[in-house]
């Protein structure tokens, strides 16, 4: 066939799609100005599972006030937050759930809408070296739905995202020990806060993955605060490094920091001798 068949099939194609692509578009435009709520709603939910949130947002948007009051409402609410989870916009979201949990506290998403209030803040849960708001808002909400609904439907996702936001947290305290020692006497003992930290660290993640490498910057941090002291503290200091280590291989026998544990001790015990 000659290449100008091709060429009119092509446009006549792409005149066609032009013109479903208006009429849609006008057919919404219309939907918008129509004083039917009941036909937006509809609108509004196909929107939705067909995942074009914005436009079933505008659609939940617009006629909420329509419905204040009446039967709908808990829907339009619940659809309206759905669809900004969806949309990834979870601070959003998280409004809404939590004011569906208050104006429907027994409605017919109250316990998923619970639930989503922690998820929400646990989608917005940075990367550990950031501010840890978010994180502390979705333990916080976890707990919350798990007091509500002990044996809920989410109950086991609720447990095991708390378990993984309190390593979190854990693993954020250790970088700021970490952060301590690392500074060492620069403008003060900031040994002496490593140590503060981790110590604080353990006593509220007292199952962390990361304790055992907290209670080895603990001994690390009185060592190096011990080495570091004038002379009429360093042997006093070094004592506190020598329990220190007992202190620690009591509770690691099988550490990996053992090699290096026994080192420190070495030499406090050596310089207590003397």
Same mark, same amino acid.
């Given at each position: 066939m000659p290449i100008q068949f091709f060429i009119m099939q092509k446009t006549i194609l792409y005149i066609l799609l032009s013109m479903l692509m208006l009429t849609a578009c006008n057919s919404y435009d219309k939907l918008l100005k129509s004083n039917d709520s009941t036909a937006k709603l509809e609108a509004a939910k196909k929107f939705?599972?067909?995942?074009?949130?914005?436009k079933a947002l505008t659609l939940l948007? @617009?006629?909420?006030? @329509?419905?204040? +009051?009446?039967?709908?409402?808990?829907? =339009?609410?619940? /659809?309206?937050?759905? *669809? $900004?989870?969806?949309?990834?916009?979870y601070f959003t979201a998280s409004n809404y759930f939590t004011t569906y949990t208050k104006t429907f506290p027994r409605g017919k998403y109250a316990e998923e809408c619970w639930y989503m209030v922690g998820y929400c803040a646990y989608k917005?849960?940075?990367?550990e070296r950031l501010d840890q708001s978010p994180t502390i808002e979705a333990i916080k909400?976890?707990?919350?739905?798990?007091?509500?609904?002990?044996? +809920?439907?989410?109950?086991?996702?609720? $447990?095991?995202? @708390?378990?993984?936001?309190?390593?979190?947290?854990?693993?954020? *305290?250790? /970088?700021?020990a970490m952060l301590y020692y690392d500074l060492g006497n620069y403008l003060g003992n900031n040994y002496l806060a490593? =140590?503060?930290?981790? @110590?604080?660290?353990?006593?509220?993640?007292?199952n962390s993955q990361y304790k055992e490498a907290l209670a080895f910057l603990i001994?690390?941090?009185?060592?190096?605060? *011990?080495? /570091?002291?004038?002379?009429s503290k360093k042997a006093e200091r070094y004592r506190q490094t020598i329990d220190e280590y007992y202190n620690f291989t009591s509770e690691f026998p099988e550490s990996k920091f053992n090699k290096e544990a026994q080192r420190i001790a070495t030499i406090a015990t050596n310089f207590v001798k003397e």
């Open positions: 939705y599972q067909d995942k074009k949130y914005i948007e @617009n006629i909420a006030p @329509n419905f204040k +009051g009446t039967d709908k409402s808990e829907e =339009v609410l619940y /659809l309206t937050a759905k *669809a $900004n989870f969806d949309n990834k916009d917005d849960s940075p990367d909400a976890f707990d919350e739905y798990l007091q509500l609904f002990p044996s +809920g439907t989410f109950a086991a996702e609720a $447990n095991k995202y @708390n378990t993984e936001l309190n390593e979190k947290l854990a693993y954020k *305290a250790y /970088l700021n490593a =140590v503060i930290t981790a @110590n604080n660290a353990i006593k509220d993640y007292p001994l690390k941090s009185k060592f190096k605060q *011990a080495e /570091l002291s004038i002379d």
